[in-house]
Nanobody, 116 residues
Framework: QLQAFGGGLVQAGGSLRLSCAASGTTFRINLMGWYRQTPGKGREFVAHIANWGGTDYAFSVKGRFSISRDTAKDTVYLQMNSLKPEDTAVYYC????????????WGQGTQVTVSS
């Protein structure tokens, strides 16, 4: 189970921090990360972090967002700075096990709204 927290309403230029904790997993986790979705659009990759610490970001958030992870707690964080109205979306956390055939696990979304 993945539980996401931290969404909300913020003015443009502000910051928010999302967190997502995995519980009940019986496997080793490789990737943890975030996608986002706006009405009428598909899910867009935001960022992920591997169990060895490697990160990747969407070009649109690079330099503004920072992803981190507490491996001991199976928790991933997304620090979002310099937020823009176009960052408004429902943010979904996910994880991928080391054993890829187990599939991808998704959390419930958390709404982020950035007002101009």
């Amino acid at each position: 189970q993945l539980q996401a927290f931290g969404g909300g309403l913020v003015q443009a230029g502000g910051s928010l921090r999302l967190s997502c904790a995995a519980s009940g997993t019986t496997f080793r986790i490789n990737l943890m990360g975030w996608y986002r979705q706006t009405p009428g659009k598909g899910r867009e990759f935001v960022a992920h972090i591997a169990n060895w610490g490697g990160t990747d970001y969407a070009f649109s958030v690079k330099g503004r967002f920072s992803i981190s992870r507490d491996t001991a707690k199976d928790t991933v964080y997304l620090q979002m700075n310099s937020l823009k109205p176009e960052d408004t979306a429902v943010y979904y956390c996910y994880l991928q096990p080391v054993i890829t055939t187990l599939g991808t696990y998704w959390g419930q979304g958390t709404q982020v709204t950035v007002s101009s």
